[in-house]
């Protein structure tokens, strides 16, 4: 029984780096069942922030000094699958679910008339739907297609410059590049307004009959507001898992 039990516990389970394993100092390909793991993910990038997902579970990992992000956790007695993601950290970011996770921001863009922002977006058809308010919405899937949207549809736009608190296109999108879009695409919705105190932001994001929907909210409602005609880019990254089989994208204003 002795032998049995030792033979029993000797038996180790394999860890799913995908693909990243030498990003984590002390990394090993398997563990026993029970084992408290301690790996530093140390391939840190600039305004990037991290997060850890262990068989779809988020982990609690911090940032050690001159180690890196500790990611700590007990082997279970299976197989896992350890997930790094990376994300902008100039983006606030929500984890809506495993399989539906995003990061999300608002910049400015000016207010414009252009047919091509209309023409050119992904839902052109909708917009003579009148229960609902419909946004043009774009999706940008590589760096070519980030600079057709600048030189586009956005080509009217005010995409090198902030308002106030808000960030500019070009100062959030700055570090888009081949890895990012790699493995995430990038959907935008323009929302034209009355007053340039007016704010806005991304309430939800689902997908709703194949079909991927950013649903906008305004954030406030100021007694006294400028007369000014603004505009705004509603940005959300999403992991091109999320894009890649759907049928077509929407953006609406929620009120």
């Given at each position: 029984?002795?032998?049995?039990?030792?033979?029993?516990?000797?038996?180790?389970?394999?860890?799913?780096?995908?693909?990243?394993?030498?990003?984590?100092?002390?990394?090993?390909?398997?563990?026993?069942?029970?084992?408290?793991?301690?790996?530093?993910?140390?391939?840190?990038?600039?305004?990037?922030?991290?997060?850890?997902?262990?068989?779809?579970?988020?982990?609690?990992?911090?940032?050690?000094?001159?180690?890196?992000?500790?990611?700590?956790?007990?082997?279970?007695a299976?197989?896992?699958?350890l997930?790094c993601?990376?994300?902008n950290?100039?983006?606030?970011?929500?984890?809506?679910?495993?399989?539906?996770?995003?990061?999300?921001?608002?910049?400015?863009?000016?207010?414009?008339?252009?047919?091509?922002?209309?023409?050119?977006?992904?839902?052109?058809?909708?917009?003579?739907?009148?229960?609902?308010?419909?946004?043009?919405?774009?999706?940008?899937?590589?760096?070519?297609?980030?600079?057709?949207?600048?030189?586009?549809?956005?080509?009217?736009?005010?995409?090198?410059?902030?308002?106030?608190?808000?960030?500019?296109?070009?100062?959030?999108?700055?570090?888009?590049?081949?890895?990012?879009?790699?493995?995430?695409?990038?959907?935008?919705?323009?929302?034209?307004?009355?007053?340039?105190?007016?704010?806005?932001?991304?309430?939800?994001?689902?997908?709703v009959?194949?079909?991927?929907?950013?649903?906008?909210?305004?954030?406030?409602?100021?007694?006294?507001?400028?007369?000014?005609?603004?505009?705004?880019?509603?940005?959300?990254?999403?992991?091109?898992?999320?894009?890649?089989?759907?049928?077509?994208?929407?953006?609406?204003?929620?009120?």
């Open positions: 029984m002795l032998a049995l039990c030792l033979c029993g516990c000797g038996t180790k389970y394999t860890v799913d780096y995908c693909g990243q394993k030498d990003s984590y100092t002390g990394a090993k390909d398997s563990y026993p069942a029970g084992k408290k793991v301690t790996l530093y993910y140390s391939e840190i990038a600039t305004d990037t922030d991290y997060s850890f997902i262990l068989d779809g579970e988020p982990l609690n990992c911090l940032y050690e000094e001159s180690k890196g992000y500790a990611v700590r956790f007990t082997m279970p299976h197989d896992v699958r997930e993601r990376s994300y950290s100039m983006l606030p970011t929500t984890i809506v679910s495993p399989e539906l996770w995003y990061s999300t921001v608002t910049v400015y863009a000016n207010y414009s008339e252009d047919s091509a922002i209309m023409r050119e977006a992904r839902n052109g058809e909708t917009m003579i739907i009148s229960s609902v308010q419909h946004l043009p919405v774009y999706l940008l899937e590589s760096t070519q297609d980030l600079e057709w949207f600048k030189t586009g549809p956005g080509n009217s736009l005010s995409l090198d410059q902030g308002y106030d608190e808000v960030p500019s296109f070009n100062e959030v999108t700055g570090n888009y590049d081949d890895e990012f879009f790699r493995d995430y695409s990038l959907l935008l919705a323009y929302v034209q307004a009355g007053s340039g105190s007016f704010r806005y932001e991304l309430n939800d994001l689902e997908k009959d194949g079909k991927l929907v950013m649903h906008v909210i305004q954030t406030n409602d100021p007694e006294v507001y400028t007369a000014d005609m603004s505009g705004w880019l509603v940005m959300a990254e999403v992991e091109k898992e999320v894009t890649k089989d759907c049928a077509g994208y929407d953006a609406q204003m929620d009120r």
